[in-house]
C-alpha cells in the first residue's frame, strides 16, 4: 500500500487533516500508541512520529491503538482481532489454545486462525511466542536471572525457551546442508532507502533479505545458496505475510519506525546461530567490535570466527550484523557495501540521539 510522502504525512498530522484519514496512520514512539491523521490528541514531536500505511502493520510493530481517534473502529473485525492480541498480550504467561481465544473472539478456530494471519501476518500462538520473547529479553536487560527472565516470561522451563529461539530463528545444519530440498522459497523486490532489496522467505520465515541493482543478481545468489528448492516470484495477493515484512522493514530502514520482529529462517552452524541470536539483542545506534562479540558469547579468542559468522548473514538488517565494526573503530566489511552500512549506522545513531 503506498503512501503519502513523508513530508506530506507531517503536514497532514500537524494540521489534523481528515481527508488523510484512511490514506495512513502514525505512531508516536514515546506513548506506543498509533492514530489517525485528524487525532486531537496533544501533538507529539515530530522525531517520535513513524508512519504506517495500515492499522494492521502499526499493530504488528507494537502500537496500540489511540482511544481517543479510534483508528481501528471503521473496521469491526480488525476492532475484534486487535482485542485478541491484547488478551494474549496480558495472559502471555498463561497456556492459551486456539479454541479458548476463538470463544473469546466468538469465532471459529479455524476462522480466527485464518484471519488472524491475514491481518497481521503470524498466528496467534506465533504472537503469543513472540510476546514472551520480548518480554524474556525485556527481563535479560533489567537485570534478571536467566532462569528468573524464563519463568516470568512464561515459558515454564529452560528447554522452551531455547527450543522457541531455534523454533522462530533456525534450524539444523544438517537441514542447510540439503541446500533447500523439497522446500518452495517465495521471493519479492522492493526499493529502499538502501537501494533494491529483496526479501525470500519459506514457511518458517524470512530466510534471506539482500541489497544490491538488480533482480537477476538476487535470483543467482538465492538459487547458489538454496540449489534445491523451488522458487516462486510473489504477488502481494499470493503471499500478504511478505509484502506486509517488507512495508515493515522498509519503513524501518526509511522512516525509522521500530525494527519489526518477524518470523526468521536461519540456516548455519551452531557457533554462527549462537553469533546471530546475540546480534538481535545489540540495540539501535549501538555498536561492538567483533572482539567484544566474541567476549559477550564466551569465546573470547573467537574475534574471527564472529568476523566469519557476521559475514556469513543472509538477512541482512533483521540480523543486525552491520553493528559490529572492527576494534580500532573502522567500521570493517559489509556484504551489501560500505555505503549502505555508514548510511545504516548514521541514521541509527541520528534516532538514538533525538
Not at 33 to 55: G, H, I, Q, W, Y
Not at 205 to 232: D, H, R, Y
Not at 268 to 294: C, P
Not at 300 to 327: D, E, M, Q, T, Y
Request: hydrophobic fraction near 35%; include cysteine.
Amino acid at each position: 500500500m503506498s503512501m503519502p510522502s513523508e513530508e506530506e504525512m507531517r503536514t497532514a498530522v500537524s494540521t489534523r487533516d481528515k481527508a488523510s484519514d484512511g490514506g495512513f496512520f502514525y505512531g508516536v514512539i514515546t506513548t506506543g500508541v498509533f492514530c489517525k491523521p485528524s487525532c486531537t490528541s496533544r501533538p507529539a514531536l515530530p522525531e517520535n512520529l513513524r508512519f504506517f500505511p495500515s492499522a494492521e502493520s502499526a499493530i504488528v510493530a507494537g502500537f496500540r491503538p489511540c482511544k481517543r481517534c479510534r483508528p481501528t473502529a471503521d473496521n469491526p473485525q480488525l476492532t475484534r482481532l486487535v482485542d485478541i492480541a491484547r488478551y494474549i498480550e496480558s495472559h502471555a504467561e498463561e497456556r492459551l489454545t486456539l479454541a479458548q481465544l476463538a470463544d473469546q473472539a466468538e469465532l471459529s478456530p479455524s476462522r480466527l486462525q485464518r484471519i488472524f494471519k491475514q491481518a497481521f501476518g503470524v498466528s496467534p500462538k506465533a504472537y503469543q511466542d513472540a510476546i514472551r520473547m520480548r518480554k524474556f529479553k525485556k527481563s535479560l536487560k533489567e537485570g534478571a536471572t536467566v532462569t528468573d527472565a524464563i519463568y516470568s516470561s512464561g515459558f515454564g522451563s529452560i528447554s522452551r525457551v531455547y527450543g522457541e529461539a531455534t523454533r522462530n530463528i533456525g534450524m539444523t545444519p544438517k537441514a542447510y546442508r540439503v541446500g533447500g530440498s523439497g522446500e518452495t522459497i517465495t521471493y519479492a523486490c522492493r526499493e529502499t532507502a538502501l537501494g533494491l532489496m529483496l526479501m525470500a522467505a519459506t514457511v518458517k520465515g524470512i530466510c534471506s533479505v539482500q541489497f544490491g541493482e538488480n533482480e537477476e543478481t538476487f535470483l543467482t545468489k538465492l538459487q547458489e545458496e538454496f540449489p534445491k528448492a523451488e522458487f516462486e516470484a510473489s504477488s502481494s495477493q499470493n503471499s500478504p505475510e511478505l509484502d506486509a515484512w517488507m512495508n515493515l522493514l522498509g519503513m524501518n530502514i526509511s522512516q525509522g519506525t521500530p525494527r519489526p520482529d518477524l518470523p526468521l529462517d536461519l540456516r548455519g552452524t551452531a557457533f554462527q546461530m549462537r553469533v546471530w541470536q546475540f546480534l538481535l539483542g545489540i540495540r539501535e545506534g549501538d555498536v561492538l567490535s567483533y572482539s567484544e562479540v566474541a567476549a559477550q558469547i564466551g569465546k573470547p579468542k573467537a574475534f574471527r570466527a564472529v568476523a566469519s559468522a557476521c559475514a556469513a548473514n543472509r538477512v541482512g538488517v533483521l540480523i543486525p550484523c552491520h553493528r559490529v565494526i572492527r576494534g580500532d573503530g573502522g567500521h570493517g566489511g559489509w556484504r551489501w557495501g560500505m555505503e549502505r552500512k555508514r548510511a545504516l549506522l548514521d541514521s541509527e545513531r541520528k534516532r538514538r540521539r533525538g
